[in-house]
């Protein structure tokens, strides 16, 4: 008799089919307005575009996947790398909710409780940017206000601000090491800043990683 | 028909794929719920993480809306409302755009009106950003399953790292909040900016943990994270004209 699916299994099973049919429409997306408006592309600035967008963000993309994926649990990798906004939205939304609800990441708790919030974090967002793109008219006064620019911009020292202490606070041996590390680069090799700051995360989990593995050798975690 | 970046049937095909998207959400969001009812989890703490996420995540969707706002005035609404609900991200969008809209010898900022400029702009948007739309459904299992060998081997060692997996990222981030701050000696203090917002966040964050095992008030728990983001922003507001 066949065994009965995993409910892991049943999962990856599942986000294999809906990430590539999103996958295929997105792609039918600038299909679709080629032949309704009978436009195709320049195939020169296409050319020059990609080669000045794509090397960078099919790496970037690639290195994103080998580090966020064990963060995320399967349903919400699944979810996440649909629906974006990752380091400064889903990942720490389901950080945050695995730690109210006292679960570990890698049990099947949290991988629910992790599924659970990223869902509910994907769709708010949609429904907030659908909301937002009906309302644009009156919207954009608003949004746009210079008042309200500095706000937007520091988004992610909020955000971190609140997340560091409670993680750091919970795991304050093993935290000093890479915070250190972390704060010397950024402060004193310039090329380092908000938009490399992607291409630093993996480089602050291997570090954390290797760190960890050394103090759990020696008895230390 | 005549091209227009907001012609309607633009904001069709999106609609479109933004239903699927939001479907994906739902259908994954069910599943999980039915199995955490399944397996006993409590379903006060089901409550409590939707209610939660959904609070935490207005402060940042709003700023997705920003950017919406922000790359309409070039490329209409349609488009960035695609590419900033699924998988984009500003900086992302930006420099794709941006960098397509230069290919094509056009300023940023200028509305596209010639439908094979747009065409060439979303291509570059779409191929661009495609691998991991194309890797995650073809790795995930194998990544996963690869994390789940380390933890069978040794049970105490998997969960020490995927902690430091997280703390790995959260250094990161706490690092270039740090990145302007040398420029404080040239007696340039916006450096000093994200530091303080950081710090505003973390205080407030320190002070509804107090609060919640203090005085009892346990829900300020569930709340905290979202209370520290928005206040922290706030404070962003004060503190970039004090000190720019």
Not at chain 1, 144 to 150: H, M, R
């Amino acid at each position: 008799m066949k065994k009965p699916m995993s409910y892991l299994d049943s999962v990856h099973r599942d986000g294999r089919i809906w990430g590539l049919f999103i996958c295929f429409l997105i792609v039918c997306f600038p299909l679709a307005v080629s032949v309704l408006f009978g436009a195709f592309p320049q195939w020169e600035a296409l050319w020059k575009g990609l080669l000045a967008t794509a090397p960078m963000y099919w790496a970037v993309g690639i290195i994103e996947i080998f580090t966020y994926i064990p963060m995320l649990g399967a349903g919400g990798a699944y979810l996440s790398f649909v629906t974006g906004n990752i380091s400064n939205l889903k990942l720490p939304c389901a950080l945050d909710a695995m730690e109210r609800a006292n679960v570990k990441a890698n049990s099947e708790e949290g991988e629910i409780i992790s599924t659970i919030a990223i869902a509910v974090s994907s769709i708010v967002t949609t429904v907030i940017v659908i909301l937002g793109v009906i309302l644009i008219v009156p919207l954009s006064p608003i949004l746009e206000a210079p008042v309200l620019d500095p706000a937007f911009d520091q988004m992610l020292p909020a955000l971190f601000g609140g997340l560091a202490v409670v993680f750091v606070s919970k795991n304050r041996k093993l935290s000093v090491a890479p915070i250190v590390l972390m704060l010397a680069l950024f402060i004193f090799v310039p090329a380092l800043n908000r938009d490399t700051v992607g291409i630093m995360v993996p480089v602050g989990v291997l570090f954390t990683l290797l760190v960890a593995r050394i103090m759990y050798k020696k008895g230390m975690l | 028909m005549t091209f227009h970046v907001n012609h309607p049937i633009l904001y069709v095909l999106v609609g479109i794929i933004i239903a699927a998207v939001l479907a994906q959400s739902v259908y994954f969001l069910v599943r999980a719920m039915r199995r955490a009812k399944e397996i006993g989890i409590d379903s006060a703490v089901v409550r409590k993480t939707i209610t939660s996420s959904a609070i935490f995540t207005i402060a940042p969707a709003v700023s997705v809306l920003v950017g919406v706002v922000a790359l309409s005035k070039s490329l209409g609404v349609a488009l960035p409302w695609l590419r900033l609900s699924v998988i984009g991200s500003l900086s992302y969008e930006t420099i794709a755009a941006g960098n397509s809209i230069e290919a094509l010898g056009m300023t940023f900022g200028d509305q596209i009106t010639d439908p094979s400029a747009y065409v060439t702009v979303l291509w570059v948007m779409t191929i661009g950003i495609i691998i991991g739309l194309i890797l995650t459904p073809l790795l995930t299992k194998r990544i996963q399953g690869g994390m789940k060998k380390i933890e069978n081997r040794d049970k105490k060692w998997g969960e020490i790292l995927t902690n430091a997996m997280f703390l790995g990222m959260i250094s990161a981030f706490l690092g270039y909040v740090f990145c302007d701050v040398s420029l404080a000696f040239t007696g340039d203090f916006t450096g000093l900016i994200p530091v303080c917002v950081m710090a505003v966040s973390a205080v407030v964050m320190a002070i509804c943990g107090l609060l919640a095992t203090t005085c009892k008030q346990h829900w300020m728990n569930d709340y905290a994270l979202p209370i520290s983001l928005v206040l922290g922003m706030a404070s962003a507001i004060p503190i970039t004209a004090w000190l720019s």
